[in-house]
């Protein structure tokens, strides 16, 4: 009896380090978990704050197509005859026609 008692004790004695052993892990566990629900809170909020970024950027790119819209609306035609020589083209081509014919360049 004295032997069954004692190899009693020994199992209940494994059982209560094995208890020990998953109330351990359970606990590191649970720490984990908050530890992750709090990156995932963390990574929401990032997640929101970069989409009304996005949001207002859009909504400046918007404004800068039209503003730019109405600066090209503003510009001459290519038929209008006060249309700017920006490249200095016509000034050459009216240079070559004002000299004498013969005269190299």
Known sequence: MLTELEQLAAKIGRVLHH???LAAENQRLREEIERLQADASR?????EAM????ELLNIKIEEAQLRIQSILDKLPTASD???L???GEGDAASRA?????????
């Open 97 to 105: 026609e004002q000299k004498a014919p013969g005269e190299n360049a």
């Open 81 to 83: 005859a006060r249309q």
């Open 43 to 47: 990574l929401r909020g990032d997640r």
């Open 19 to 21: 208890a020990d052993t």
């Open 51 to 54: 989409a009304a970024d996005r």
């Open 85 to 87: 020589d920006l490249l």
